[in-house]
C-alpha cells in the first residue's frame, strides 16, 4: 500500500491560478524522494496536500488509504509531519520546549511521556541547552532544527521537509543531511522539496521534477538528471559533482567530492 497517493489531482488557487495540474504520484513506505523544481512549479503547494492543509479542487489524495478530503488536518498530521519552510510561520511557541511539547499535548500525549519525549527530541537535535530559550532568539539553524524536533518528536511516519536547507550554514546543513540519511537507513517515509541539488545528490534519492504545476520526470536521481534538457526547460541545473562526472566520461558519477579529487588525483598520476 502507498503511504501518500496523488490521482489527478489539480488545485486551482482562488485567484485562478493552477497550482497542480493532472498530478498523479505514489510515495511507498520507506520511500525517499525529492521534489526540485523552479520558483512556482508547485512544490510547496504539492506538499500542502500531504497533511490536508490543501485540498484538491479535482482528483483524489489519499493518505494510508483515507481521502484527505474526510479526514481532519490534526489526524493527517499525525501520522505526515510538515516542516514548512519559513520557520517563523511555524514557530510560535515562548520557549524551545514548550514549542515541541505543543504538539505532543495536542495529540493527546500525557504530560509524563509528553516530556520525556520532548527531551529526547531537543537532545537528539542539539538544542538541550536551547530548551528555556525564546524560539526567537534562536538563530536560523536553530529555528530550523527546532521545528524538526517539534515534528518528530510526535513520530510520524512521514517526515515531509519544504526547502530545508534555505539559509543554513555548513554545520546545519551537515546534520540535517545525517537527520534525513538517518530516517532513510531506519526505513522512514521522507520527502524533501529543496532546490539545492548539491544536498540532494549525494543521497541519490527518488527525484520528482516539477514543472508549471505538472510533474514532468520521476526516476532514480540518477536518471533524471542525466536529462539535462528536461532539466532546463524545469528551470534546473544537474548537480556539480554529476557536470564533473560527465566532463570526464564517467559512467558512475562521483558522489561525493572526496570521491572525484582521489579519481582526479590518480588520473593524474597515471597519465
Ligand atoms: N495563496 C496563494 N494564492 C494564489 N496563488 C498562489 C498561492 N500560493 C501559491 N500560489 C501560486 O501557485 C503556484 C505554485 O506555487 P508554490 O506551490 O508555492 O510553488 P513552489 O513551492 O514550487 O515555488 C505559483 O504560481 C504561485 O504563485
Ligand atoms: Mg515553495
Given amino acids: 500500500m502507498s503511504v501518500i497517493e496523488f490521482e489527478d489531482v489539480r488545485h486551482r ?143 510520524p511516519d512521514v517526515l515531509v521537509l519544504d526547502e530545508p536547507t534555505v539559509g543554513q550554514d555548513y554545520p546545519s546543513r551537515s546534520r540535517l543531511f545525517g537527520v534525513v540519511q538517518g530516517l532513510a537507513s531506519s526505513n522512514r517515509t521522507v520527502v524533501i522539496v529543496s532546490h539545492d541539488l548539491e544536498f540532494l545528490w549525494p543521497l541519490s534519492p527518488r527525484t520528482v521534477v516539477m514543472s508549471k504545476g505538472r510533474v514532468v520526470a520521476d526516476g532514480p536521481a540518477r536518471e533524471v538528471f542525466m536529462r539535462t534538457e528536461m532539466l532546463r526547460d524545469a528551470g534546473l541545473r544537474e548537480p556539480q559533482l554529476l557536470q564533473l562526472s560527465r566532463r570526464f566520461g564517467r559512467e558512475e558519477p562521483f558522489t561525493a567530492v572526496d570521491q572525484a579529487a582521489a579519481w582526479l588525483t590518480e588520473r593524474g598520476r597515471a597519465n
Fill in 13 to 155: 488557487m482562488p485567484n485562478g491560478v493552477v497550482a497542480l495540474d493532472s498530478v498523479s504520484l505514489k510515495v511507498g513506505r520507506g520511500e525517499v524522494v525529492a521534489v526540485v523544481g523552479g520558483n512556482g512549479a508547485g512544490k510547496t503547494t504539492l506538499l500542502k496536500h500531504m497533511n490536508g492543509l490543501l485540498k484538491p479542487s479535482s482528483g483524489r489524495v489519499t493518505v494510508f488509504g483515507k481521502e484527505t478530503k474526510e479526514e481532519s488536518i490534526a489526524r493527517l498530521s499525525r501520522r505526515v509531519g510538515l516542516v514548512f519552510q519559513n520557520s517563523d510561520h511555524q514557530i510560535f511557541s515562548e520557549s524551545a520546549k514548550e514549542e515541541v511539547m505543543f504538539g505532543l499535548k495536542n495529540f493527546g500525549i500525557p504530560p509524563g511521556e509528553a516530556e520525556e519525549k520532548a527531551g529526547r527530541a531537543l537532545e537528539y537535535y542539539g538544542l538541550a541547552d536551547l530548551a528555556a530559550r525564546p524560539p526567537l532568539t534562536l538563530s536560523g539553524g536553530e529555528k530550523k532544527r527546532l521545528c524538526i524536533a517539534a515534528v518528530m518528536a510526535w513520530e
